[in-house]
């Protein structure tokens, strides 16, 4: 899977490329975790505009990033689901615990005026 | 069960095959003209199953591990079975609860069966410790109203 990472104050914007399941998602998370960690990083936000599929492989990765952000106060939002992703998003409760945004400039101010 | 249409598919349990499982899945149901949402519902399904089997049924060693995927059309529905021969569930009924997982370590969130029943119509799981797993779905293709 093909991953852009762009690094904008504290905030880490991972654009992922392709299907978000078991197979793609461990290279994604070591990925997003060693720029973090590199980068310092407060705030994921995750822009889905060219994720079609994502599986509960996607939802772990969610909330373990999730989980790392909210250890420093820091917040996991996302950008740009499908009605498919939505769907995953509402049974999984991720819903409750990600910011969800319709498009990445809305996200973005949304973070910076935190 | 005397099918319209079917199709076995037998591959390595490895986890890049767990986009070619759900794809041939998607795939072998576009006879029954499925829209958008109840492809995707298909797939998410077909994933899951696959990627129980992969990591759970054969765990860290899937060596000669197959996993085996059913698919069979009968009028408008489609009848699914993902096999394997692992170490299997002793406890289905708790393998099943919502949030349930054996391995929170590897970040998993215990929603796989979860999402197989709700975007299913059926799910039926058998299972015997050091066998092996079979998950048994269905789906009616062209219930509009979901
Ligand atoms: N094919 C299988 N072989 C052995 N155990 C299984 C199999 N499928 C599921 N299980 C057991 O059932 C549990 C629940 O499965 P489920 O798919 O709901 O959650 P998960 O795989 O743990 O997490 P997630 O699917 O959200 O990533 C698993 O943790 C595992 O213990
Ligand atoms: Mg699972």
Redesign the interface.
Known sequence: METSLKILGQTMIVVPIGDIDHHTSIALREKIDKEAVRENIKNILFDFSNVEFMDSSGIGLIIGRYKLMSANNGITAVCHISDSLRRIFDISGLKKIVHLYGNLDEAINQIQLR | MEYDNEMILEMSAK??N??FA?VVAASFAASLDPT??EV?DI??AV??AV?NA??HGYGESPKNGTVTLKCGILQDTIYIEIIDFGKGISDIEEAMTPLYTSAPE????G??F??ME??MDSVEVLSQPSKGTVVRMSKKIGQRDI
């Open positions: 986890s890049r767990e986009s759900r958008v949402a995707a797939k998410t994933s899951e990627t992969i990591i590897d970040e998993r969130s929603m796989g979860t999402i709700t975007f």
